[in-house]
């Protein structure tokens, strides 16, 4: 039986603005495959992806794209559980397929199936919607991956990540090293509403997790982007990983 992916769960969106209930995701007994849909421009990984998951009892490839723009197309119409997207696609690269995929409310599992990719990569992947990372070094990994995330929790790189606060406090400890820390003339609260937003949270719910109004959110949100030079929440979440404000919100 799973295990309850709601257990320890904060109550924020992550990143892509909507909450999902992960046990919807289940299969009865008589659908007893996931769907996926492969998307990458090399014939030779679309080749070993797919003779994995077909040898699977649990999996069946339903579809294959060669750039961004084909895996949204195949997206909406086969409607696959779990889309594996290459962000490094040529013509339309996966990551603006995720923003397309994000604006269509797309309820797709993505996992990032690529070479390489670094800790901005990530936090802008998941801020996109993306469900898991994995690089193509670690295949082996692969239906472990997408079995955490069809059950509500994030895959990054090789483990499973059912907390929020620890896959910010790893990537801001990533992305700030060597970064002196500074304060930015940030209050307390002004951090604290700066985790939230970095955790997805929308205004409505930093605003009852700190016990405050909407409005004051708003405020808060307005000086803290004087202050710090951004105008956008993903600006912000990166700035936030990147200067350790994001890790001392979640401790």
């Known amino acids: 039986m799973l295990q309850?992916?709601?257990?320890?769960?904060?109550?924020?969106?992550?990143?892509?603005?909507?909450?999902r209930n992960p046990m919807t995701t289940q299969k009865s007994v008589a659908q007893k495959r996931y769907s996926v849909l492969i998307a990458d421009d090399d014939p030779i990984v679309r080749d070993v992806v797919r003779a994995r998951l077909?040898?699977?009892e649990e999996f069946e490839v339903v579809g294959e794209a060669t750039d961004g723009r084909a895996a949204v197309e195949q997206a909406e119409k086969l409607h696959p559980d779990v889309l594996l997207l290459d962000l490094m696609m040529p013509g339309f690269p996966g990551i603006e397929a995720l923003q397309e995929l994000s604006r269509k409310l797309s309820h797709a599992h993505t996992i990032v199936f690529s070479s390489s990719v670094g800790p901005?990569?990530?936090?802008?992947?998941?801020?996109?919607?993306?469900?898991?990372?994995?690089s193509k070094g670690r295949i082996s990994e692969l239906e472990q991956a997408i079995g955490v995330v069809l059950k509500g929790s994030y895959w990054v790189e090789g483990r499973e990540?059912?907390?929020?606060?620890?896959?910010?406090?790893?990537?801001?400890e990533s992305l700030s090293?060597?970064?002196s820390t500074r304060s930015y003339g940030l209050t307390q609260r002004e951090v604290e509403v700066i985790g939230l937003v970095t955790e997805g949270c929308s205004n409505r719910e930093v605003a009852s997790r700190l016990g405050i109004t909407e409005d004051t959110v708003k405020r808060h949100l307005t000086n803290i982007f004087d202050k710090v030079g951004m105008s956008t929440r993903l600006e912000l979440a990166l700035f936030a990983l990147k200067n350790n404000l994001a890790r001392k919100a979640a401790t």
């Open 161 to 172: 990540v059912p907390d929020v606060s620890i896959l910010l406090a790893d990537l801001s």
């Open 120 to 134: 901005q990569q990530i936090v802008e992947a998941l801020q996109l919607g993306a469900r898991g990372i994995l």
């Open 54 to 56: 077909s040898s699977s």
């Open 177 to 179: 090293k060597g970064t």
């Open 4 to 19: 309850n992916p709601w257990m320890g769960y904060k109550g924020c969106r992550w990143f892509d603005g909507r909450i």
